[in-house]
């Protein structure tokens, strides 16, 4: 298992999806959303994710996602430039 951009997993019954990937101190970590993918729809909840054990972890040190965070919107920016791009070609 490991940690990909645009996949959807579930976890503790909810549905998620890894918009964003960065690495710090050789581990992995993913910025995600949680989805009601029955019904297609995004949430506002939003969490940071890393692989333990094999399977996804919530990463629930605060000081460690306040790190992160300009890492996943820099990125987030960047994907976001890129569909605009697409989309005015």
């Known amino acids: 298992m490991d940690l990909e951009l645009k996949k959807i997993f579930r976890k503790d019954g909810k549905t998620f999806i890894v918009i964003a990937i960065t690495e710090k101190n050789g581990k992995k970590y993913a910025f995600s959303n949680r989805i009601e993918y029955e019904k297609e729809e995004v949430t506002d ?12 972890a919530y990463v629930n040190d605060k000081e460690l996602i306040n790190e992160l965070l300009p890492t996943f919107q820099k990125q987030i920016k960047e994907q976001l430039e890129e569909i605009m791009k697409e989309n005015n070609e």
């Open 45 to 56: 909840e939003y969490n940071v994710f890393t692989i333990e054990n094999g399977e996804y």
